[in-house]
T-cell receptor, first 114, second 113 residues
Framework: GAGVSQSPSNKVTEKGKDVELRCDPI?????LYWYRQSLGQGLEFLIY????????KSGLPSDRFSAERTGGSVSTLTIQRTQQEDSAVYLC????????????FGPGTRLTVL | AQSVSQHNHHVILSEAASLELGCNYS??????LFWYVQYPGQHLQLLLK??????LVKGIKGFEAEFIKSKFSFNLRKPSVQWSDTAEYFC???????????FGAGTRLAVHP
């Protein structure tokens, strides 16, 4: 009964480097979401995948951010040329349908950009 | 743009005290409403949700929330808190058809024995 898993759990990088964050959703869940939680703030929606449909990228803060979902399962969030303001916890969630009926969250990746 | 406001950022209570955490949203259309909880060191997990029907929703661990459409509110309540309720609580809204949650900033609850 695996839940949503994310890797790495912690990532420290230098400003200007690229990072990749990985999310393994719950098996069979068709919808996958990425959120960002910055210090003292709520969760901020980044991107949403549903099946084979084009993703909803409306929450991505800049063109340095991109995400893909291969084979309808694993997703990778890539941040290019990281900046200090990118430091946050990046959370992935999945749900069994195309509605946010119940999103199951992973443990998150804590990204620190020095 | 839609937004969610949680007015209490930090709440400190003694065990057995009653709890009410405020949540207001700004959106005039149909909404689905959620409360999530994050216990120390654990994942976010769903506490309760409202889609339609009875505006008083009961969730896990004795929590309940009331949807008041006229006030755009979805306050979380518990009659008697326990030390184990110490956590951060997030209110979230899904506005019809957008398939993404808009979260409030969260409320940190500390319950002292």
């Amino acid at each position: 009964g695996a839940g949503v898993s994310q890797s790495p759990s912690n990532k420290v990088t230098e400003k200007g480097k690229d990072v990749e964050l990985r999310c393994d959703p719950i098996s069979g869940h068709t919808a996958l979401y990425w959120y960002r939680q910055s210090l003292g703030q709520g969760l901020e929606f980044l991107i949403y995948f549903q099946g084979n449909s084009a993703p909803d990228k409306s929450g991505l803060p800049s063109d340095r951010f991109s995400a893909e979902r291969t084979g309808g399962s694993v997703s990778t969030l890539t941040i290019q040329r990281t900046q200090q303001e990118d430091s946050a916890v990046y959370l992935c969630a999945s749900s069994p349908s195309d509605r946010a009926n119940e999103q199951f969250f992973g443990p998150g990746t804590r990204l620190t950009v020095l | 743009a839609q937004s969610v406001s949680q007015h209490n950022h930090h709440v400190i209570l003694s065990e057995a005290a009653s709890l009410e955490l405020g949540c207001n949203y700004s959106y005039g259309g149909t909404v689905n409403l959620f409360w999530y909880v994050q216990y120390p060191g654990q994942h976010l997990q769903l506490l309760l949700k409202y889609f339609s029907g009875d505006p008083l929703v009961k969730g896990i661990k004795g929590f309940e929330a009331e949807f008041i459409k006229s006030k755009f509110s979805f306050n979380l309540r518990k009659p008697s808190v326990q030390w184990s309720d110490t956590a951060e609580y997030f209110c979230a809204v899904e506005t019809g058809g957008y398939n993404k949650l808009i979260f409030g900033a969260g409320t940190r609850l500390a319950v002292h024995p």
